[in-house]
């Protein structure tokens, strides 16, 4: 089992920025892919950021990139998300997530394919 809980949501203005903090314990953290999901209020979960469990590779959301910045320390079993010029459709519920995998470079995409989640943290961009 690993459980996850994020943190440093909150409110900001446009153009701000934010850092998202998911803190992982259990089992063994390094070995586990991880992944950002949003949740903006009557829509689908969707895909922010992730990296391989190697942190070799790595990949984001169209609509993230050049803003926003993933990052993990192993040593204290936490990953980041940096968000940068912060826009009022960034406002959502965000998540991380862990899947346990054999590829040291796989990322992983789709919700279905994550095993353990945080309970998520508010961000609200204001206009």
């Known amino acids: 089992q690993v459980q996850l809980v994020e943190s440093g949501g909150g409110l900001v203005q446009a153009g701000g920025s934010l850092r998202l903090s998911c803190a992982a314990s259990?089992?063994?953290?390094?070995?586990?892919?991880m992944g950002w999901f949003r949740q903006a209020p009557g829509k689908e979960r969707e895909f922010v950021g992730a990296?391989?469990?190697?942190?070799?590779?790595?990949d984001y959301a169209e609509s993230v990139k050049g803003r926003f910045i993933i990052s993990r320390d192993n040593a204290k079993n936490t990953v980041y998300l940096q968000m940068n010029s912060l826009r009022p459709e960034d406002t959502a519920v965000y998540s991380c997530?862990?899947?346990?995998?054999?590829?040291?470079?796989?990322?992983?995409?789709?919700?279905?394919?994550?095993?353990?989640w945080g309970q998520g943290t508010q961000v609200t961009v204001s206009s």
């Open positions: 259990g089992r063994t953290f390094s070995s586990y892919a």
């Open positions: 997530a862990a899947k346990s995998s054999r590829y040291s470079g796989s990322v992983y995409y789709r919700t279905s394919e994550y095993e353990y």
């Open positions: 990296f391989s469990w190697s942190g070799r590779n790595k």
